[in-house]
């Protein structure tokens, strides 16, 4: 039997300092070990969103690629391999049919091995991905919370905006002006990508899917 580990942060900053990578690789390293399996690799994945679906990410697609029946792979939580359930439901389907072990430390174990298993990860993954909602559903409405108190709290700055020197988030009149003759432009019928070419013109430089963004954020 060959075994593979694999590990995952989610952003740059963590990935540079590598935050928490060290902890996942001796966890799984250490479980490996209590079962007396040689890890052939650790896949380790930096700076990725646990939205994107396994095979998608650059480490996710390799590990994919080399399992072969009677593999076994060892991931230290759930949340570090799918944020969403159907990749999760999807990918463990098929290494259950292929004959690959699926072992995740925060759930105990191998979570293709028995019916209970499977029902605990089914509802975990779904959980997960309801957490991953939660937490764009708070960034939206901090966003839209700062911009209603004129504060900024980080990030990109809102075209249409500028930061004050007291931290405060406060009208850029040039952006405003631009804002209007958009509203303009789309009332009068012109097509986004005729409100990006028009408004380059006049120095601001954005493409029709982000003037789409801004009026939807203006309005």
Same mark, same amino acid.
């Given at each position: 039997? /060959? *075994? !593979?580990?694999?590990? @995952?942060?989610?952003?740059? @900053? =963590? &990935?540079?300092?590598?935050?928490?990578?060290?902890? =996942? %690789? @001796?966890r799984v390293r250490g479980y490996a070990m209590q079962l007396g399996l040689n890890l052939d690799g650790v896949f380790v994945e930096r700076g990725v969103s646990?939205?994107?679906?396994l095979a998608e990410r650059p480490e996710g697609s390799k590990l994919l690629a080399v399992l072969q029946p009677g593999d076994a792979v060892v991931t230290p939580k759930l949340d570090r391999m799918f944020r969403s359930a159907l990749d999760a439901l999807d990918v463990m389907g098929s290494l259950r049919d292929r004959g690959i072990a699926l072992h995740m430390l925060d759930l105990g174990g191998d979570v293709t091995g028995n019916g209970i298993a499977r029902l605990v990860f089914t509802i975990l993954?779904?959980?997960? %991905?309801? %957490? #991953?909602? $939660?937490? #764009?559903?708070?960034?939206?409405?901090? $966003? @839209?919370?700062? /911009?209603? #108190?004129? /504060? !900024?709290l980080g990030g990109a700055v809102p075209f249409g905006f500028t930061v004050s020197p007291a931290g405060d988030l406060i009208?850029?009149?040039? =952006? =405003?002006? &631009?804002?209007?003759? *958009?509203?303009?432009? /789309?009332?009068e019928g012109a097509s986004l990508r005729a409100v990006s070419? #028009?408004? $380059?013109? *006049?120095?601001?430089d954005l493409s029709h899917a982000a003037w789409a963004r801004v009026l939807r954020e203006a309005s």
């Open positions: 039997m /060959r *075994a !593979y580990g694999y590990c @995952r942060v989610s952003t740059g @900053r =963590q &990935a540079e300092e590598g935050e928490s990578l060290g902890v =996942q %690789e @001796r646990g939205s994107k679906p993954a779904a959980v997960a %991905e309801a %957490e #991953r909602d $939660k937490v #764009r559903e708070r960034v939206t409405d901090i $966003k @839209r919370d700062q /911009r209603a #108190r004129g /504060r !900024y009208e850029d009149p040039a =952006q =405003q002006v &631009a804002i209007r003759d *958009a509203r303009l432009l /789309r009332a070419n #028009r408004l $380059k013109a *006049a120095g601001h």
